[in-house]
Nanobody, 125 residues
Framework: QVQLVESGGGLVQPGGSLRLSCAASGTIFSINAMAWYRQAPRKQRELVAGITSGGSRTYADSVKGRFTISRDNAKNTVYLQMDSLKPEDTAVYYC???????????????????WGQGTQVTVSS
């Protein structure tokens, strides 16, 4: 019952910038960690950046200093600001979120991982 919808992808020239957004909706009690992954052609999906509910951030070495992950807990939304883009950043970017659902009759909450549909980022001159 939870959906993640990404937006903000597109075509940009090297050195340009894009801002990705991912909004979670549905039956949500809270969202724990949120992250951005990417998958380039013929490559494995890799973690780009992650952020906890408390605001702790982690980045792949390849994007440190260029990308910034942030979140708006009130809007259940995570962002990825991408600056100084390079052709090697070209990939489909996927949003990931660990979501806690409503309290069960047994007195605990279940947590599930959800994925967005992906948004294409192409960096080319």
């Amino acid at each position: 019952q939870v959906q993640l919808v990404e937006s903000g992808g597109g075509l940009v020239q090297p050195g340009g910038s894009l801002r990705l957004s991912c909004a979670a909706s549905g039956t949500i009690f809270s969202i724990n960690a949120m992250a951005w992954y990417r998958q380039a052609p013929r490559k494995q999906r890799e973690l780009v950046a992650g952020i906890t509910s408390g605001g702790s951030r982690t980045y792949a070495d390849s994007v440190k200093g260029r990308f910034t992950i942030s979140r708006d807990n009130a809007k259940n939304t995570v962002y990825l600001q991408m600056d100084s883009l390079k052709p090697e950043d070209t990939a489909v970017y996927y949003c990931n979120a660990d979501v806690s659902g409503p309290l069960t009759t047994s007195g605990y909450r279940k947590t599930y991982a959800y994925w967005g549909q992906g948004t294409q980022v192409t960096v080319s001159s």
